[in-house]
């Protein structure tokens, strides 16, 4: 071999050694200048969630939330739904938090579609979405308010708690963290977190007035008010045309009502409320589904 293309090629590479050295140390010192230091307390925090990444503390998953109940007094250790209770107390023991009552609650469908034999105004051919067919004419059921049933919410479920029987949405109280993520997925707005210290409940979201209920549903809510007159805690009100309860009042009242919300509703659209009784769950929290 020519030695003049020898050493050409053992020049080339020692320049580009040099090259790659130079810009090594280069990136090196700027990491160095410009690394953000990491709070240990916060990769303590980190660690002690419960890795869901669901949103339901409201932060942008866990690392966000992580920074910000260390960084900011006002964030309370006990938002992070499926850890329960042993991880907010774990969080207020590292951040020095008072740790408050954490409410177990969980989704609670706000429908009776099925039990009201709602008829479908239309069939809807398209994306198997939920959003895409609410665009179409508030989707194809004849009650404007009445679940899709297309199941987005248990697509979108990160623990695998809501299961579709018979196109409608069937939530696992055993696997519900109360994350809020079908809440926040249902066009429909249908789906809510109802405590599982409830007594009573409505499972119906219509805003039409009484007659048109009546027209596409046997047991839909007629927004007669009697509930809300008969109720002697005041917990019972008609808000943006539709029921709402506080349960604090209610529970607060007792059961010396003796439920006659639901004992006086016309339509029996008042119901008992029996959360716990089916619960077999553990409080030490839930893993999201593989």
Do not use: W
């Not at 408050?100 to 009776?112: G, N, T, Y």
């Not at 297309?150 to 695998?160: I, M, N």
């Not at 809501?162 to 249908?190: A, L, N, R, W, Y």
């Amino acid at each position: 071999m020519d030695p003049a293309l020898v050493k050409l090629a053992l020049g080339g590479v020692a320049l580009l050694a040099c090259i790659g050295l130079f810009f090594g140390i280069g990136l090196a010192l700027a990491a160095h200048k410009f690394a953000v230091e990491t709070d240990p307390l916060i990769e303590e925090v980190l660690e002690s969630l419960a890795g869901a990444q669901c949103g339901g503390c409201g932060y942008p998953g866990c690392e966000g939330y992580a920074i910000a109940v260390v960084n900011d007094p006002d964030v309370p250790p006990n938002l992070c739904y499926p850890g329960k209770e042993s991880v907010a107390n774990r969080v207020a023991e590292l951040t020095g938090k008072k740790m408050a009552e954490m409410e177990d609650m969980i989704a609670l469908v706000r429908c009776s579609r099925q039990e009201g034999r709602v008829s479908h105004k239309h069939e809807y051919i398209g994306f198997a979405s939920c959003t895409a067919a609410n665009l179409g004419f508030g989707g194809p059921s004849a009650c404007n308010y009445a679940c899709i049933g297309l199941g987005e919410c248990a697509e979108a479920c990160p623990f695998d708690a809501i299961k579709m029987e018979d196109s409608f949405p069937v939530v696992d109280p055993d696997k519900c963290v109360s994350c809020g993520t079908c809440v926040k997925t249902c066009p429909k707005q249908v789906i809510v977190l109802q405590s599982l210290k409830a007594r009573v409940y409505v499972p119906c979201s219509t805003k039409d007035l009484g007659k048109k209920v009546k027209e596409v549903c046997e047991v839909g809510c007629i927004s007669c008010q009697i509930c809300v007159k008969k109720c002697p805690a005041d917990a019972v009100a008609l808000e943006n045309g539709l029921i709402q309860i506080d349960q604090a009042k209610c529970l607060d009242y007792g059961p010396e009502c003796h439920e006659v919300c639901v004992e006086k509703c016309p339509r029996d659209i008042f119901r008992i409320y029996e959360g716990r009784k089916v619960l077999k769950r553990a409080d030490a929290g839930l893993k999201m589904a593989s």
